[in-house]
């Protein structure tokens, strides 16, 4: 029994080994077929890719930001593939890899932004959304362009889902985005330094927030500064209005874009 298991382990390690040789190699086309190689673990052996998750990720990682535009957009859209089969077995390396998609938005390539954009959709479908409200909450401050605004659409999203489970962790990691947002967005929605307008995603995640916490949200707001109720309350106002053109109820659990979108809870 003893050998069998030895036997296996030098098997693993031969596999991780042939797999770190490919994702490394100096050839792109190598590299993509490291990243099939890896895309054929998940789907033939993903206990394999959920154990070594750590490992793996460290050269899979360089990937998904390869300066050949052809690996990067391969890496981007074989992660959406493996997130169904690993789900869970992606939790130790989540954090870095949503650091390293949501550097991909602000890609001005449109194959690289859009498969970045079906990661996160995927990541929703099928990663738990508490954690995943909290790695995003926490990208806000260091991202900037399409990357912030995208992050902060989802993050409305899950909110919607989040809070009915564990309301004050939602408020813990949700309300420090919100107050960042009213105290630094100045004229008609921009935040110096930052580039672009984000006063549209950012009045969804205020009226999402609102929707679930109600007076209590109005309270907080209350005791901030005047510069920061003042946002709110147009935030509010812009968010209302804009439902009242298309003629629609505000509905915050389907903000998300990606079809069939159903977010993943438990």
Request: glycine share 4%; hydrophobic share 45%; net charge positive.
């Amino acid at each position: 029994m003893m050998r069998r298991s030895s036997l296996r382990s030098l098997e693993v390690m031969e596999q991780l080994k042939e797999l770190n040789k490919l994702l490394m190699a100096k050839e792109f086309q190598i590299r993509m077929q490291g990243i099939t190689l890896l895309t054929e673990h998940c789907k033939n052996n993903p206990q394999l890719v959920s154990s070594n998750i750590i490992q793996i990720f460290d050269a899979f990682a360089l990937r998904l930001q390869d300066s050949n535009k052809k690996v990067n957009q391969y890496a981007l859209e074989s992660v959406a593939s493996m997130i169904p089969i690993l789900k869970d077995g992606l939790n130790p390396v989540l954090v870095s890899m949503v650091t390293v998609v949501t550097d991909n938005l602000n890609s001005k390539n449109s194959g690289i932004y859009n498969a970045a954009v079906k990661v996160l959709d995927t990541m929703i479908l099928h990663l738990d959304n508490l954690l995943l409200l909290q790695t995003f909450a926490s990208r806000v401050r260091f991202i900037s362009g399409r990357a912030l605004q995208d992050i902060t659409d989802r993050l409305s999203v899950l909110v919607a889902v989040a809070y009915p489970r564990k309301p004050q962790v939602t408020e813990r990691h949700v309300l420090p985005v919100l107050w960042y947002f009213l105290s630094n967005m100045i004229g008609n929605g921009v935040l110096p330094g930052k580039s672009g307008n984000v006063r549209t995603v950012v009045s969804k995640l205020a009226k999402s927030l609102h929707e679930q916490m109600g007076a209590k949200l109005e309270e907080y707001v209350s005791s901030q500064s005047q510069h920061m109720s003042k946002n709110f309350r147009d935030l509010l106002d812009m968010e209302l209005h804009i439902h009242a053109i298309l003629g629609v109820s505000p509905n915050f659990s389907c903000l998300c874009t990606c079809p069939g979108f159903a977010p993943f809870t438990r």
